[in-house]
């Protein structure tokens, strides 16, 4: 996938309209804050204390027109890239700094319209408790820190090459304190953006939420855990929407959650479950959701592996109609995608998925959301950049 967030309409929603830039100019403009910032930052004697890397990726989609979870580009053949850039080093003694900047583009965007974007997805600091204690304190913007998926959502750790389509991967600003003790763990984190799916309710506004998640590790290899987090999941841009008095900020949405990780030998296994609920506006009573999937993968060799997704989500939508009326109906969809993967070389992996989904409506309005298919193509490339400007000519 080319873009981690879904552009869903909404009725009352006003386009972006953000001028397109062309991917020379975002190139530039990712190389010149990612690159250049990071070496202004690390002194010259100390370049061996910092890493400077990318990573390409290329993507060919084949998809069926019409359907809300897989189309891309109506149906059309289409292509889409992105160019992810990073810099880490060490700051101080137990102190780190990370940035990553992304250009992305193409007809296959997930995005209406498409258009050529450049984003900062990561920047932060991060400590690291020195001698035997197991504490690490992250601060700036950081990745969704609880669920299972989003530490795996660069193309070189996700297995295939769609993402599950329960939350989105985002990146909120805030901080995060996380611990080990033995088996356990917990992360313990404050950030300004809910744990949502983009195309079942409005954009977020930004506000501070508490997001918490704690795991037991019982054997080697095996690691169960649980999340949480609660607080606002509209946006201003429904403010029009609202009844006089109400803000955005006075709906809520909650969500509990569970995962799992497992490994054995060649064989690794993810899964995760979630309920939620939301304050809808107009509604007395509070709307309920559920979503869960599982990911399987076996390596056969070091260079080759298979993997599948299979998942489910029952999920309000959850969008204002006319005025300050609301809807909130549920939408249930199941999709699965398998695939493979090659890695080509030590830095260079090639994967082709399929996937399909099924949606369950009222009847008579089973053409309002038909089922759909989508086949991909992915090739990503992982380079060293402080490696090719150091080698010796």
């Not at 090459?161 to 991967?169: H, Q, R």
């Not at 987090?229 to 201003?236: E, H, I, K, R, S």
């Not at 709906?251 to 030998?265: C, D, H, I, K, M």
């Not at 992982?382 to 400007?389: H, K, Q, S, T, Y």
Request: net charge neutral; aromatic share 12%; proline share 8%.
């Amino acid at each position: 996938m080319f873009s981690q967030r879904r552009c869903t309409r909404f009725p009352g929603r006003p386009d972006p309209g953000r001028p397109a830039i062309s991917a020379a100019r975002a190139l530039a403009r990712l190389s010149a804050v990612v690159l250049a910032g990071a070496a202004a930052i690390a002194p010259a004697p100390a370049q061996e204390r910092w890493l400077f890397q990318g990573l390409l990726d290329a993507e060919y989609w084949n998809t069926v027109g019409g359907s809300r979870l897989l189309s891309r580009d109506d149906g059309d053949r289409a292509g889409a890239g992105r160019l992810r850039l990073w810099a880490a080093g060490d700051l101080a003694p137990g102190l780190q700094g990370y940035a990553l900047g992304t250009v992305s583009g193409g007809d296959a965007c997930t995005e209406d319209p498409c258009e050529t974007d450049t984003a900062l997805e990561q920047a932060w600091l991060r400590w690291t408790a020195p001698g035997r204690a197991r504490l690490m304190i992250e601060a700036g913007r950081i990745l969704t820190p609880i669920g299972d998926f989003p530490r795996r959502y660069l193309s070189i750790d996700n297995p295939l090459v769609g993402i599950p389509s329960d939350y989105t991967v985002d990146y909120p600003d805030g901080m995060a304190i996380a611990g080990w003790a033995g088996r356990a763990d917990f992360k313990v984190a404050v950030v300004d953006q809910p744990l949502y799916a983009d195309w079942y309710a409005p954009e977020p506004g930004k506000a501070f939420r508490p997001m918490l998640g704690a795991g037991v590790t019982p054997v080697v290899g095996l690691r169960f855990g649980a999340f949480a987090t609660q607080g606002p999941y509209l946006g201003p841009e429904v403010d029009a929407a609202l009844a006089t008095g109400a803000a955005w900020q006075d709906y809520e949405q909650s969500v509990y959650g569970a995962e799992v990780q497992f490994s054995r030998g060649h064989f690794e296994l993810h899964g995760q479950f979630a309920r939620s609920a939301y304050d809808v506006p107009g509604f007395a009573a509070r709307a309920y959701g559920k979503t869960c999937w599982i990911e399987p993968r076996y390596t056969f060799t070091p260079r080759l592996f298979a993997a599948a997704r299979v998942g489910q989500n029952d999920y309000p939508y959850i969008a204002p109609i006319y005025g300050t009326t609301w809807i909130a109906s549920s939408s249930r969809v199941a999709d699965i995608e398998v695939g493979i993967g090659y890695r080509v070389l030590p830095d260079l992996l090639v994967k082709a998925s399929y996937r399909r989904d099924r949606w369950w409506v009222p009847e008579g309005l089973e053409s309002m959301l038909p089922a759909g298919h989508a086949f991909a193509l992915a090739a990503s490339w992982r380079f060293d950049i402080g490696d090719a400007l150091t080698r010796p000519h």
